[in-house]
C-alpha cells in the first residue's frame, strides 16, 4: 500500500511528465491552526506562530516550505492597543481571494474580563503580503460569545461571502454575510451551533452538500479532535456526522484544520495541527506541528476517518 505522502507526490505532479518527489513524513513544520489555499498552483499556509506577528509558508510541492513575513505585525495596528491591552496574541488566520485582491482575517486575544477577542481584516495584492489593515476590528467577542477562529467561505449557490466564527469561551459559532469590500459586516445569519462544536470551523462544499467540520475538546489534551457535520445549506440545519480526526499512540490532540482539493487531480487533502511524540492524555506543553494528509469523502455524504501518517 503506497503511504500517504507517496500518493500526496501526485497531487503536486499534474503538470510534469513524472510525479514531483516529496519527502514521506510528517510534519511539516512547527505552527498551529493551519489555514491552507492552493492559490496558482502554489500552496499557502497561513498558521498561528505565537506571539504578536504573523507569517505565511508556501510550497508548489508539499516537501519545501517558504517562510514568508511577517505578513502582518500587531505593532502598526493601533486599535488593537486602544482599549488598554498590554499585549495581544495573534491567532488562526485565514485567507480569501476576491477580485484579485487577497483579504487576512486573524483572532485578536486572548479574551479576559475587560478585554474581548476580536477578529480583524487585513487587505495586500499578493498571497505573501504585506497586508494593511482595515483599521477596525470586524468582529468583537463577549456576552458569551469569544471572537476568534475566522473562516471565509463562498457560497457556490448564491455567491456571498460568509464569514464563520466562534469558539472556546461559549463555543458558540456565528455567522455573517460579508459586505463587497470583504471588510465589513452585513447581516448575521441564523445558524445552530452543531454537536461536540468548539472551534475551528471550516467550511467545504462538494456534490451539493456543504460540509462543515470543527474542533472539539481542550487543545492541550487528547480528546482535541475534529468533527463534521453536512447540511444542504451554509447555516444548517446539521446532520451530525462524527469525529473524523482523533489522536493515535503517538500523535495527540490533532485539530484546528482547512480543507483543499487539487483540481487537477480532485484529491482532498487535510491540513491540521498536531503534538508530537507526547503521551498520556495532557496538558501537553511546547511547539504543535502542521501536517497534512489525504481526506476522503464516502457516498453517503460522510468523511472517511483520517489516519494520521508519519
Avoid at 519527502?23 to 499556509?45: S, V
Avoid at 477577542?117 to 487587505?123: E, S
Wanted: include cysteine; glycine fraction near 12%; hydrophobic fraction near 35%.
Amino acid at each position: 500500500m503506497k503511504s500517504a505522502f507517496a500518493v500526496l507526490a501526485l497531487c503536486v505532479a499534474s503538470s510534469a511528465a513524472e510525479p514531483m518527489p516529496v519527502r514521506e513524513g510528517n510534519p511539516l513544520f512547527p505552527g498551529a491552526d493551519p489555514h491552507c489555499e492552493l492559490i496558482g498552483g502554489t500552496y499557502w499556509i497561513y498558521p498561528t506562530g505565537g506571539g504578536s506577528r504573523l507569517s505565511a509558508y508556501s510550497s508548489k510541492d508539499l516537501k519545501t516550505w517558504e517562510r514568508r513575513g511577517p505578513i502582518l505585525d500587531f505593532r502598526d495596528i493601533p486599535w488593537i492597543r486602544a482599549d488598554g491591552r498590554r499585549s495581544a496574541q495573534a491567532w488562526a488566520p485565514c485567507i480569501a481571494e476576491n477580485k484579485g485582491r487577497y483579504y487576512l482575517y486573524y483572532s485578536v486575544g486572548p479574551q479576559s474580563a475587560g478585554f474581548p477577542a476580536h477578529i480583524g481584516v487585513a487587505r495586500g495584492n499578493s498571497p505573501a503580503g504585506p497586508f494593511k489593515d482595515s483599521g477596525k476590528p470586524l468582529l468583537t467577542g463577549g456576552d458569551g460569545f469569544e471572537a476568534i477562529d475566522p473562516m471565509v467561505f463562498r457560497d457556490p449557490a448564491s455567491n456571498r461571502w460568509l464569514l464563520y466564527a466562534g469558539g472556546s469561551a461559549g463555543a458558540k459559532l456565528r455567522v455573517f454575510e460579508l459586505k463587497s469590500n470583504m471588510a465589513e459586516l452585513g447581516k448575521e445569519l441564523e445558524v445552530a451551533t452543531p454537536p461536540k462544536f468548539t472551534e475551528g470551523a471550516f467550511m467545504h462544499f462538494r456534490e451539493g452538500i456543504y460540509h462543515l467540520t470543527y474542533s472539539h475538546g481542550g487543545w492541550q489534551t487528547s480528546g482535541y479532535s475534529v468533527h463534521h457535520a453536512t447540511a444542504k445549506s451554509p447555516t444548517g440545519p446539521w446532520t451530525y456526522r462524527g469525529p473524523i480526526l482523533t489522536s493515535d499512540s503517538t500523535r495527540k490532540g490533532p485539530g484546528h484544520h482547512s480543507i483543499v482539493r487539487n483540481p487537477a487531480t480532485g484529491i482532498w487533502l487535510i491540513f491540521y495541527h498536531r503534538w508530537e511524540n507526547v503521551a498520556g492524555d495532557g496538558p501537553y506543553h511546547g511547539s504543535r506541528q502542521v501536517a497534512v494528509d489525504i481526506l476522503k469523502h464516502l457516498s453517503d455524504g460522510g468523511i472517511a476517518p483520517v489516519r494520521m501518517s508519519e
